[in-house]
T-cell receptor, first 117, second 114 residues
Framework: DQQVKQNSPSLSVQEGRISILNCDYTNSMFDYFLWYKKYPAEGPTFLISISSIKDKNEDGRFTVFLNKSAKHLSLHIVPSQPGDSAVYFCAARARLTSGGATNKLIFGTGTLLAVQP | GAGVSQSPSNKVTEKGKDVELRCDPISGHTALYWYRQSLGQGLEFLIYFQGNSAPDKSGLPSDRFSAERTGGSVSTLTIQRTQQEDSAVYLC????????????FGSGTRLTVV
């Protein structure tokens, strides 16, 4: 049961244009969402996050949008740069039924972004 | 240390042998996680240690897999009687107890079972 889905395995965009990476989830108990970036032979690195009480979070060229009713989030990168070429993972954290927090993350399958010069 | 350290970086083993993968988390991080990434797949959760609490082992794929964390720091993931489907990159991560920035990952151990 894939609770976090990234349906596009790859995406190619031109340098300077916008990159939009999408992520869908099924679990309504998710209360925090994160995006990670991964280069080959390296571990994933944290990029940006958003709480479920917000619908947008911006950090420089990176913006994450959350649509809770659609259980959908997206990462926008603008302008895209060749150095952004990497695999991007969407991840979600579930709120415990006890009301507490857990740091256990569920990851999607990733989207390979290629930014063409 | 400054980051999460994993060893070895690469491991080739024969089918049926046991392997141990090591993770040194960031000093002071109370939470430690193991994930694996098989070829063409996402990050699959394996196990999660949080302080002195019982670990969340819900992601371990079989009883051939086990992990321990000694002294609340270093962790070892052990795979017994390895199978070819165990071939993957095994990633360790650590975090403070509650972190809005998620985890800090190590570079992983690439395990190849031949």
């Amino acid at each position: 049961d894939q609770q976090v889905k990234q349906n596009s395995p790859s995406l190619s965009v031109q340098e300077g244009r916008i990159s939009i990476l999408n992520c869908d989830y099924t679990n309504s108990m998710f209360d925090y969402f994160l995006w990670y970036k991964k280069y080959p032979a390296e571990g994933p690195t944290f990029l940006i996050s958003i709480s479920s009480i917000k619908d947008k979070n911006e950090d420089g060229r990176f913006t994450v949008f959350l649509n809770k009713s659609a259980k959908h989030l997206s990462l926008h990168i603008v302008p895209s740069q060749p150095g952004d070429s990497a695999v991007y993972f969407c991840a979600a954290r579930a709120r415990l039924t006890s009301g507490g927090a857990t740091n256990k993350l569920i990851f999607g399958t990733g989207t390979l972004l290629a930014v063409q010069p | 240390g400054a980051g999460v350290s994993q060893s070895p970086s690469n491991k080739v083993t024969e089918k049926g042998k046991d392997v141990e993968l090591r993770c040194d988390p960031i000093s002071g991080h109370t939470a430690l996680y193991w994930y694996r990434q098989s070829l063409g797949q996402g990050l699959e959760f394996l196990i999660y240690f949080q302080g002195n609490s019982a670990p969340d082992k819900s992601g371990l794929p079989s009883d051939r897999f086990s992990a321990e964390r000694t002294g609340g720091s270093v962790s070892t993931l052990t795979i017994q009687r390895t199978q070819q489907e165990d071939s993957a990159v095994y990633l360790c991560a650590s975090s403070p107890r509650v972190s809005g920035h998620g985890y800090t990952f190590g570079s992983g151990t690439r395990l190849t079972v031949v």
